[in-house]
């Protein structure tokens, strides 16, 4: 793959963007979380000279710069106390886009795609009732979280659909990377939203996080 060293960079920046939180020095943090996500963006960027499917790579691309604004709102959270909530619900807003634009640029390569979708759709319903039975948080959370939560779905169940109708290294990395998405933003759920949060959640919610992003942005070059 073209370009592999800055996906290495990137990793290296966002384990020191873990560490640096986990020692609550916020305002640093913030500043590696930006530089880390715009390893994935840039990336992302960089592809489009050498992208097999140059409409599909635009948008996945529209989706890695949400994924940007996201990472900054989320972890602003901390530093600006006071509006944290708002800030927070912005971030996951970002987070929702980028999601619509990833599984836009899906649809199209998937064969009998009404299948994925409403597989999905289904996982969806036993997920969301499975966290909202679980979690504790106020009413414009849990809106969020259902809606947001069906488009993370949506989006893993249609990229598994691209991979078995594609069988490419860029459809593998993409379906790789939506399932580490996934798994990371329920993590982030129950560590954020239940008593049963642990010390690992938040550095395992990152990390998965950030290889997701880093294969989608990856998959652009050989889908």
Known sequence: MSYMFLAYLGLLVQILFIYIEQQKKYVPAVALKGLASLFFVVLGFLGLSIATLPTFAKIVVAGLVFGLLGDVCLNLRFVLEKAGQKVFLAGIAAFLVGHILYLVALI???????VW???GLLVAAALLYWILTSVEAEKAFKAFGVVY????VLMTAVAIGVFVTRHTTGSLLYM???ILFTASDIILIFNTFTKDGKAWMRPANLLLYYLGQLLIALSIQAM
């Open 176 to 178: 790789v990377g939506a």
């Open 108 to 114: 199209p390569l998937a064969a009998k795609v009404w």
């Open 149 to 152: 939560i069906g488009a993370v």
């Open 117 to 119: 979708l409403l597989s």
